[in-house]
């Protein structure tokens, strides 16, 4: 079975520091993973995705993800906050066949000035 | 370029009465999803569809029904509310098994009275 833990219910960082967000998968075969935002009152936005290649996936907004294998995890890092980045985050993972796509239970993001 | 849109975007309901949650794609994806996020739990699964004319029971599919009569179109139905259906639901699209991601909408903010 699928599954996603964002073990961190609220992020809080400064404007201007480095954030990360974690996320750790359990799946069946080859991972398909996502990063989802989503603003208030909004429906869900597309990230950042890694399906193969390398390690880093760079994604809108300045965003980027790093694929761990070994620890399955899926970290989303921003070198630099922005008060506009506060906001919900979700990861996603999908594994080998169809299987739907699985989230997690979300890491609020609270950059303060 | 729509995307995905759900309607009604609000609705109160009292318990025991029933509706129908319109989604509507224009994208051409064969597959279509109904989620509901609650506070703390991410989002889960209900009904899916991976073509028309199918659905398919998701992780909570008790009390909602579904239908795929149109390819464009995925409805949900709630047969008779209960407070525990009050929840936000967003509805998603994708192509192929989804691996290149989904799309959603802008969510349906239901509450049971």
């Known amino acids: 079975a699928q599954s996603v833990a964002q073990p961190e219910d609220q992020v809080n960082v400064a404007e201007g520091n480095p954030l990360t967000v974690k996320c750790t998968y359990s799946?069946?075969?080859?991972?398909?993973l996502f990063w989802y935002v989503q603003y208030p009152n909004r429906g869900l936005q597309f990230l950042l995705k890694?399906?193969?290649?390398?390690?880093l996936v760079k994604g809108s907004y300045g965003f980027e993800a790093e694929f761990n294998k070994s620890q399955t995890s899926f970290h989303l890092k921003k070198p630099s906050a922005l008060v506009s980045d506060s906001a919900l985050y979700f990861c996603?993972?999908?594994?080998?066949?169809?299987?739907?796509?699985?989230f997690g239970t979300g890491t609020r993001l609270l950059v303060s000035p | 370029n729509a995307g995905v849109t759900q309607t009604p975007k609000f609705r109160v309901l009292k318990t025991g009465q029933s509706m129908t949650l319109l989604c509507a794609q224009d994208?051409?994806?064969?597959?279509m999803y109904w989620y509901r996020q609650d506070p703390g739990m991410g989002l889960r699964l209900i009904h899916y569809?991976?073509?028309?004319?199918?659905?398919a029971k998701g992780e909570v599919p008790d009390g909602y029904n579904v239908s795929r009569l149109k390819k464009q179109n995925f409805l949900l139905g709630l047969e008779s509310a209960a407070p525990s259906q009050t929840s936000v639901y967003f509805c998603?699209?994708?192509?192929?098994?989804?691996?290149?991601?989904?799309?959603f909408g802008s969510g349906t903010r239901l509450t049971v009275v």
């Open positions: 799946v069946s075969g080859n991972p398909y």
């Open positions: 994208m051409n994806h064969e597959y």
């Open positions: 569809s991976v073509g028309e004319g199918t659905t």
């Open positions: 890694y399906i193969t290649g390398d390690n």
């Open positions: 996603a993972v999908i594994g080998g066949g169809f299987q739907k796509l699985v």
């Open positions: 998603a699209s994708s192509s192929g098994t989804g691996r290149s991601g989904y799309t």
